[in-house]
């Protein structure tokens, strides 16, 4: 059976379609990832929450506490402390509250060009989408630049075309709110402009068109298949090397 297509696989196509089959059907947790889904339970719903007070996440003690709590996201005291500092910083934000009030962790599906295709926006509102989001800064500027490398406004063009498709929703508008996952947990809201979701729509349809071709052929590519040039020449500008200019002539070429 052909599995939907969600963004968390589909975005893996901006790499290599080698790198999309890879990431269908893993589970990618790590410490950071570990304390966003916490943070998303304790306020959305979803995954259970339990922490391991016994020190190193190996061995038979480990292992059996795994098998005690299936399904179960599991923290370190430390990142319990991170988790419960970051929701409490969210509940004094009234901005980021509000538009966390919504239809929440709700799946859609829908097909696009007769492909099934799903996804779960963390919240839905009166036409608009938001998503909860734990970074490593919530700094305006530096989380625009991290979260536009992560395609966060891809994923959130994504949802609104899903919930359009599915005929639940016309949402326009499109929000993040960031919190960050470190003291003293600071919490930025950010509206998408139009032509941030415009830049996304055009980065997901650009993969999905690549992944249809992928599929029709079962052919998946890594980087390249041709010999790739690897070219040091400085196109007739300056050598710069420690900070000096200099030119190959000078270093004996």
Known sequence: MTLPVRFSTLKAMDKSPAHYQHALGRDWSTGYLRKGTAVHAHLLGGADVVVYEGGVRRGKEWADFVAAHPGATILIPSEARDVVGMRRSLERHETAMRLLEGARER?????????????????????????????????PEWFVRDASRLAYHASLAWYQDGLRAAGLEDVNAAFIVAVESAEPWPVTVFELTRD????????YRMWWERLMVCEASDHWPAYSEAIVPFDCSTGGGALIIDGEETSLESIGF
Not at 109 to 137: H, I
Not at 196 to 202: F, H, S
């Open 196 to 203: 941030a979701l415009e830049v996304g729509r055009a980065m």
């Open 107 to 139: 799946t859609i599906r829908w097909q696009m060009n007769g492909r099934d295709c799903q996804g779960t926006p963390d919240v839905v509102r009166a036409e608009s989408v938001v998503e909860l989001k734990t970074a490593k800064t919530a700094h």
